[in-house]
């Protein structure tokens, strides 16, 4: 009998151990997996953060806040995420050290402790806050604004018709197409304001790409013969008789027309957005090539032939201006240079359309 008791007595103290090395386990894995949570938080705070201080910057850079708006702003949202982690780290801390502490637990002192575990500290030497990763402090760490940008940059695009004006005709008796013909202008342009204390004229240049074109009426097409540049007659039915000219040139311009005056605490600038301006001055460059298209049938076949390299002027340069409400602006330009080197009657190009300053 006596030794039926020992039995029980082992019996009974190997369940005791084993439910002890159980409870010690539960505890282990509940503790692990606190402490991953720790770092789980931790990583979405700090993306949920991030997107609140870039939504400050962004209306910072709108100027729709000012610097020191924007500052305080950032600085209240670290000093209300700094409570949120001091309260929510407790609350895990205490929960670990109860577990460690106790061989069992059986009631939860936080079921959801997805929050806001983030390490954060404060520049003693500034008001500048740190969290993480994130810098939170005054918008200073951005490339700075310059204080007066005299000078700004923009694409130039235009479009519109194109002719010429030929010695002792009227456009109205002009060879080519008022309709069909047409240029384009596309090129970059820097804006520098010529006063220091006031925008009232601006000096406008850059560097621009001009296509010509000529679509030639009643059958005519060019033709060189010792490099003497003519219009003659084509002896077949032609469909389409079109000359172009490609020129790479710099046009300069004197802007002039009111402004308004922006100013901030740290910058200053002056926008022409809706307002009039006028521009006047000129251009020149070189021809980088002249081309002709002829589209004809001959014996029921469609033929297409082109022909480059005419006796054009090798350099061209001209006037030109425009007149402008905000962006968009009539704008005129006309060779002073002729379309050809040597032809019995001077022609000149001139070209009327829309343009687009992309400021």
Same mark, same amino acid.
């Given at each position: 009998?006596?030794?039926?008791?020992?039995?029980?007595?082992?019996?009974? $103290?190997?369940?005791?151990?084993?439910?002890?090395?159980?409870?010690?386990?539960?505890?282990?894995?509940?503790?692990?997996?606190?402490?991953?949570?720790?770092?789980?938080?931790?990583?979405?705070?700090?993306?949920?953060?991030?997107?609140?201080?870039?939504?400050?910057?962004?209306? $910072?850079?709108?100027?729709?806040?000012? #610097?020191?708006?924007?500052?305080?702003?950032?600085?209240?949202?670290?000093?209300?995420?700094?409570?949120?982690?001091?309260? %929510?780290?407790?609350?895990?801390?205490?929960?670990?050290?109860? #577990?460690?502490?106790?061989?069992?637990?059986?009631?939860?002192?936080?079921?959801?402790?997805?929050?806001?575990?983030?390490?954060?500290?404060?520049?003693?030497?500034?008001?500048?806050?740190?969290?993480?990763?994130?810098?939170?402090?005054?918008?200073?760490?951005?490339?700075?604004?310059?204080?007066?940008?005299?000078?700004?940059?923009?694409?130039?695009?235009?479009?519109?018709?194109?002719?010429?004006?030929?010695?002792?005709?009227?456009?109205?008796?002009?060879?080519?197409?008022?309709?069909?013909?047409?240029?384009?202008?596309?090129?970059?342009?820097?804006?520098?304001?010529?006063?220091?204390?006031?925008?009232?004229?601006?000096?406008?240049?850059?560097?621009?790409?001009?296509?010509?074109?000529?679509?030639?009426?009643?059958? $005519?097409?060019?033709?060189?013969?010792?490099?003497?540049?003519?219009?003659?007659?084509?002896? $077949?039915?032609?469909?389409?008789?079109?000359?172009?000219?490609?020129?790479?040139?710099?046009?300069?311009?004197?802007?002039?027309?009111?402004?308004?005056?922006?100013? %901030?605490?740290?910058?200053?600038?002056?926008?022409?957005? %809706?307002?009039?301006?006028?521009?006047?001055?000129?251009?020149?460059?070189?021809?980088?090539?002249?081309?002709?298209?002829?589209?004809?049938?001959?014996?029921?076949?469609?033929?297409?032939?082109?022909?480059?390299?005419?006796?054009?002027?090798?350099?061209?340069?001209?006037?030109?201006?425009?007149?402008?409400?905000?962006?968009?602006?009539?704008?005129?330009?006309?060779?002073?240079?002729?379309?050809?080197?040597?032809?019995?009657?001077?022609?000149?190009?001139?070209?009327?359309?829309?343009?687009?300053?992309?400021?």
């Amino acid at each position: 009998m006596q030794n039926f008791t020992k039995f029980l007595v082992v019996i009974a $103290l190997v369940f005791a151990v084993q439910k002890m090395a159980a409870q010690e386990t539960d505890n282990g894995d509940e503790i692990e997996r606190l402490k991953a949570q720790r770092e789980y938080v931790q990583n979405s705070e700090k993306d949920a953060l991030k997107r609140e201080v870039e939504a400050i910057n962004e209306r $910072l850079d709108n100027d729709e806040i000012s #610097l020191e708006e924007a500052t305080e702003l950032k600085k209240e949202l670290a000093e209300k995420h700094a409570l949120n982690i001091e309260n %929510r780290l407790a609350i895990i801390d205490n929960r670990i050290a109860l #577990l460690e502490r106790n061989e069992h637990v059986d009631y939860d002192t936080g079921a959801n402790l997805e929050g806001y575990i983030l390490e954060i500290g404060k520049n003693e030497d500034s008001d500048e806050y740190d969290i993480g990763s994130i810098y939170i402090g005054p918008h200073k760490k951005r490339k700075p604004r310059v204080y007066d940008r005299r000078t700004t940059s923009d694409l130039v695009f235009a479009i519109g018709f194109n002719n010429a004006i030929i010695e002792g005709q009227s456009l109205n008796d002009s060879p080519y197409k008022i309709g069909g013909s047409g240029f384009v202008e596309l090129g970059w342009a820097w804006k520098t304001r010529v006063f220091k204390n006031t925008n009232a004229m601006r000096i406008k240049y850059g560097l621009s790409f001009q296509w010509n074109k000529l679509d030639i009426k009643d059958n $005519l097409y060019f033709t060189e013969t010792n490099d003497v540049v003519t219009l003659e007659e084509y002896p $077949l039915n032609l469909k389409k008789s079109k000359f172009r000219t490609t020129n790479l040139v710099v046009p300069i311009h004197f802007e002039f027309g009111p402004s308004k005056k922006i100013e %901030r605490e740290d910058y200053f600038r002056y926008s022409t957005y %809706r307002k009039f301006k006028v521009g006047v001055g000129g251009y020149g460059g070189f021809v980088i090539q002249s081309l002709q298209k002829l589209k004809y049938t001959e014996d029921g076949q469609k033929q297409k032939d082109k022909f480059k390299d005419y006796n054009t002027n090798n350099f061209v340069y001209g006037v030109s201006g425009y007149i402008s409400w905000g962006n968009v602006g009539i704008y005129a330009k006309y060779d002073l240079s002729t379309i050809f080197k040597d032809q019995a009657i001077d022609q000149n190009n001139i070209s009327l359309g829309i343009r687009f300053d992309m400021d």
